[in-house]
């Protein structure tokens, strides 16, 4: 299988959930390339390439650690490949993650990851979901009630202040766009700078504003997915609570947050029910859910992560499980030879 992990940046990749996955599919003697949203080219009437950036077979690498520190060294290779040289194109990249000066590379991945798929590779998750889901905040709102905090999005200020004193003045701030925990804010009857939090929030873009719940305050946990189900091994759920840093009250790991075991709950159950049929039917392969007790608090389509983690807190190696998983779609892809669309091949277990 050739196999192509679209991120940010080969150079500026840290050794996270992607890199695992990448370092299993060599141990399984796969062709991995490893490319960044900047490594397209396209020239009209011939086939869309890509600057690859992959090892040698020779060179070992037995930790995903050591791995990522030989594909960003003198020793990776670098090659212009065509798309359609590769089984599977895995769109990795997190678009919140760019910065002011690469705003170009925010959709980039996805929207060369269309074509990619339009000329017959398997893209994984399917690149038209990844579209309509693109700002997963919005996509999340798609999702029914019942299961998620009561929420509203605006650039209003007048909008949020209201929404403030009708949730008796504590609620959660946040941008429409943004991951990682970056500008959420914690606003009770206390916030002397509300005033200028919601400015900054508004010349960034639409701000939501979300209900508070109280169990936040004991971290969420994130509940990885496959084709709709919640990652399974050896009786062990991919499921990694995130436990809040001190004096801080939100979780993410890049926020001081740490990780914990956590069972897998009838309120989580509920949840996935609940959202795995919208997953299945858009073609998001691999997804993440972010839980607190009883509601879904966000979900992430684009780049979840957190198997870096799993070690740490005692469970086991997960990368196994997905590149079981695309191996398969790929033996079903030639098996039925296009006959399946990619949409309902991304989540075909």
């Known amino acids: 299988m050739k196999i192509c992990f679209v991120i940010n940046s080969v150079e500026t990749e840290t050794c996270g959930t992607t890199v695992y996955l990448m370092q299993e599919a060599r141990k399984r003697k796969h062709d991995v390339y490893a490319m960044g949203v900047g490594d397209f080219f396209f020239e009209q009437d011939k086939e869309l390439c890509i600057e690859s950036t992959y090892l040698p077979k020779k060179i070992e690498a037995k930790t995903p650690k050591e791995y990522l520190e030989l594909l960003q060294s003198d020793k990776a290779k670098k090659e212009r490949i065509t798309a359609t040289d590769l089984d599977v194109l895995f769109i990795r990249n997190n678009p919140t993650e760019e910065g002011s000066s690469r705003q170009w590379a925010e959709q980039a991945g996805v929207a060369f990851g269309r074509m990619v798929q339009q000329e017959g590779v398997l893209v994984l998750n399917d690149a038209y979901a990844l579209s309509n889901a693109f700002i997963d905040k919005l996509y999340f709102e798609e999702l029914p009630a019942s299961i998620k905090p009561y929420s509203i999005i605006t650039r209003k ?6 929404f403030f004193e009708n949730h008796k003045k504590k609620m959660v701030l946040k941008p429409l766009e943004g991951s990682g925990g970056r500008d959420v804010y914690l606003i009770d009857k206390n916030e ?3 005033n200028q939090i919601i400015e900054n929030l508004s010349n960034q873009g639409y701000i939501i504003a979300q209900e508070y719940l109280p169990a936040a305050k004991e971290g969420d946990v994130r509940v990885l997915l496959l084709n709709g189900r919640v990652m399974e091994k050896d009786g062990k759920y991919g499921i990694i609570k995130r436990v809040t840093g001190e004096g801080e009250f939100r979780s993410n790991f890049n926020q001081g947050g740490t990780g914990d075991k956590s069972p897998l709950t009838d309120e989580m159950k509920r949840i996935i029910e609940i959202t795995a049929p919208k997953l299945i039917r858009d073609g998001l392969f691999f997804v993440g ?8 608090i966000e979900i992430n389509v684009l780049s979840p992560g957190g198997m870096d983690h799993f070690e740490e807190i005692g469970l086991p190696d997960f990368s196994d499980v997905v590149i079981d998983a695309i191996e398969k779609k790929v033996e079903y892809k ?3 030879k296009g006959q399946i669309s990619n949409q309902v091949l991304a989540t075909m277990a």
Not at 157 to 162: A, F, I, N, W
């Open 289 to 296: 859910l972010d839980i607190v007790k009883d509601k879904l």
């Open 334 to 336: 030639k098996m039925y």
């Open 157 to 162: 200020k007048e909008d949020v202040l209201e």
């Open 192 to 194: 002397k700078n509300l």
